[in-house]
């Protein structure tokens, strides 16, 4: 979708290094997520926000944190605390938030490795 | 907990025949399910979504049901390309938590 986007696409991260994963959105979309997704696997939830200056953890936030300053912005910092952190994320957004029955679109994915 | 199941993990079928996934979810109170297509190395694009107030919605050659009862939904393609073999993920928004919970996907290939 061209309204979400992911920088850097490609980002290699050195032994206790903390990087910050860019997601900025000109949807005008109130929610925001992280998801993870290993090698042939599922994507697995991180942290979202609903709404600014307010967000939850996911199911694998450990290693991981967020901030939402501005609605169109979710930046993911990936700290040393997360030894395992090669993988592809994605983030997404979608309309409303909460219950809204609406669609999470996604940016093209960052793929983070270790140097 | 929140879960969505998802089968099966891998699937192929000849070109020209139809695909099924079958995907289950826990919470009753979910009321929206959207279906994903990834290709390899690309984000997933939103394919078909269905709504809990209907039981079933086509798009040309997909299809999607939902049966609340049973707490599951269903993706069908018929008539088979190659450029349908790609990763499948089925979805169901979690309301009472308000996110999206994703299954673990289907690897479908499309023999010629």
């Known amino acids: 979708d061209g309204g979400i986007t992911q920088s850097p696409k490609y980002l290699f991260r050195k032994e206790g290094q903390n990087v910050t994963l860019s997601c900025e959105q000109n949807?005008?979309?109130?929610?925001m997520y992280w998801y993870r997704q290993d090698p042939g696997q599922g994507l697995r939830l991180i942290y979202y926000?609903?709404?600014?200056?307010d967000f939850q953890k996911g199911d694998i936030a450990e290693g991981y944190s967020v901030s939402r300053e501005k609605k169109e912005s979710f930046p993911l910092t990936v700290t040393s605390a997360q030894k395992n952190p090669t993988a592809f994320y994605l983030c997404?957004?979608?309309w409303g938030g909460g219950a809204t029955d609406q669609p999470q679109h996604f940016g093209d994915g960052t793929r983070l490795s270790i140097l | 907990g929140e879960n969505v199941e998802q089968h099966p993990s891998t699937l192929s079928v000849q070109e020209g025949d139809s695909a099924v996934i079958k995907c289950t979810y826990s919470?009753?109170?979910?009321?929206?399910f959207p279906w994903y297509k990834q290709e390899l190395g690309k984000r997933p694009q939103l394919i078909i979504d269905?709504?809990?107030?209907?039981g079933e919605k086509k798009d040309q050659r997909i299809a999607v049901t939902l049966n609340k009862t049973a707490k599951h939904f269903s993706l069908h393609i018929t008539e088979t390309q190659p450029e349908d073999s790609a990763v499948y993920f089925c979805?169901?928004?979690?309301?009472?938590?308000?996110?999206?919970?994703f299954g673990s996907g289907t690897r479908l290939s499309i023999r010629p």
């Open positions: 949807l005008n979309h109130d929610a």
């Open positions: 997404a957004s979608r």
């Open positions: 979805a169901a928004l979690y309301s009472s938590a308000s996110k999206i919970i």
């Open positions: 926000s609903q709404i600014v200056n």
């Open positions: 919470d009753s109170a979910s009321n929206y």
């Open positions: 269905i709504r809990s107030n209907v």
